[in-house]
């Protein structure tokens, strides 16, 4: 397997937090010596199908799901609001590395004490408590490893984007959701744009050739920047307040964490993936302390043809904040978003909306389906399939980026680079 020093990085000095001693299969694998053995349980019986519930109405018949939240930051203790506000969840454990922050939010939530758990293996314990789902909401490079394990306890999964930071860390999660499905067990990757009706109607109109066929899409995720403080002798410090996206090893960079939200976008359009990527991509933000680039151009190809550019900008320059996909037919256009006015032009009739709010909107619809799939007993696991193309993408286009070149999707498999984060000194 290749080595992450074969990739070009920005010279960003003082990157030696991120150099690798231990390798990610290498942590697990002692941290597993020192835990029980997983095993597959038997979830309980679920029965009584489930629609999306209007919100006031009763929830009482509900069957209730036993979940755990891995990760207690800003997105995981507020989704977690989403999950009890649903009525079909009870949060029975939380986990987080720093354990004031699992406590605190394990107080908010009525979680017991002894349920709460911290370091970086509190997750395995977590899977232990007696938990039927969990919800994954930490650093991306954590995900792979939690989302096998996870599969490997006997447990539904719910976890957030992307993925994977780099192509082997995604072949682990399509594994564990091949293996979910056959396990009968439930796998959602929680996106927001194809949960709105009216993106799905234009993509539903497209689909029925409504523009012609589709001949180019051109996408953008225009946002701020996280903060980027100086690194310090160990990663801790850049666990919190998505200082992570800075990082192309925790996070997966700017374009894997945050523009795979419009890159989302564009593979649902084009139903595949991209077989090949040209990029340039640059650090503009201001004293930057991570290696991922926040300015990105770049051109898509896929196997029929069809071109796709998307340019992403991370940066605190008055921009505000915009995603979108806009489709190019043959004899018309549109437009799916991520907030703001969805629409299709074509020669006959095309039809418009306003996307609200799909951060909330789009994670209480996801967690409406994700009880109805368990209840229901609906192990297909639709979302993972773009999930993996959408994360492998993102990484196309960073690394192409990154290089100033271009870059086959065959390569990048090829080169199955791993990327490392120096583990050393944080708690188990």
């Known amino acids: 397997m290749s080595n992450s020093s074969t990739l070009p990085h920005s010279s960003t000095p003082a990157a030696a937090p991120f150099a690798s001693p231990m390798k990610r299969r290498q942590f697990v694998g002692a941290a597993l010596t020192l835990s029980t053995p997983f095993l597959i349980r038997s979830v309980p019986s679920l029965r009584a ?124 999660v399509e594994r564990a959701a091949a293996a979910a499905s056959a396990r009968q067990r439930c796998f959602l990757v929680d996106y927001q744009i194809p949960t709105d009706p009216h993106n799905r109607e234009i993509v539903e109109r497209v689909g029925r050739g409504e523009i012609g066929a589709v001949i180019a899409l051109n996408s953008h995720y225009y946002a701020g920047q996280f903060g980027d403080p100086p690194l310090t002798d160990t990663i801790v410090s850049r666990l919190r307040s998505l200082i992570w996206v800075n990082d192309v090893a925790l996070g997966g960079g700017y374009h894997v964490n945050a523009c795979i939200h419009a890159v989302d976008a564009a593979l649902w359009v084009a139903g595949a993936r991209p077989i090949r990527a040209f990029g340039l991509s640059r650090t503009s933000r201001p004293d930057p302390h991570g290696d991922s680039h926040d300015l990105f151009q770049l051109l898509f190809e896929f196997e029929n043809g069809l071109l796709w550019t998307h340019r992403g900008k991370h940066l605190n320059n008055l ?16 437009e799916i978003r991520y907030g703001g006015k969805a629409f299709l032009k074509s020669r006959e009739e095309g039809c418009s909306g306003e996307v609200l709010n799909p951060y909330e909107a789009g994670a209480v619809s996801n967690i409406a389906k994700f009880h109805t799939a368990v209840v229901q007993r609906d192990f297909s696991n639709d979302t993972v399939r773009r999930s993996i193309d959408g994360a492998l993408a993102t990484i196309l286009g960073r690394e192409a980026g990154r290089r100033r070149s271009e870059l086959t999707m065959a390569d990048l498999l090829e080169e199955n680079v791993e990327l490392e984060v120096n583990l050393a000194g944080l708690k188990d």
């Not at 505000?320 to 489709?327: L, P, Q």
Request: contains cysteine; charged residues 15%; aromatic residues 10%.
């Open 49 to 172: 199908a489930e629609s999306p519930r209007p919100a006031g109405s009763d929830s009482s018949h509900l069957p209730q799901i036993k979940l755990g939240l891995v990760g207690c930051g800003g997105r995981g203790s507020w989704i977690a609001r989403l999950f009890q506000q649903h009525g079909g969840y009870t949060i029975h454990a939380v986990a987080d590395y720093f354990p004031e922050v699992a406590d605190a939010v394990g107080t908010t939530l009525g979680v017991a004490p002894n349920r709460r758990f911290s370091g970086l293996a509190g997750y395995k314990r977590l899977y232990e408590s007696g938990v039927e789902a969990v919800a994954l909401e930490t650093p991306p490079y954590f995900l792979p490893e939690q989302t096998r394990l996870a599969v490997a306890a006997g447990l539904h999964v719910y976890m957030a984007k992307p993925v994977a930071v780099d192509v082997p860390g995604c072949e682990i």
């Open 319 to 334: 921009t505000g904040f915009d995603v979108a996909c806009e489709i190019q037919g043959e004899s018309g256009y549109g």
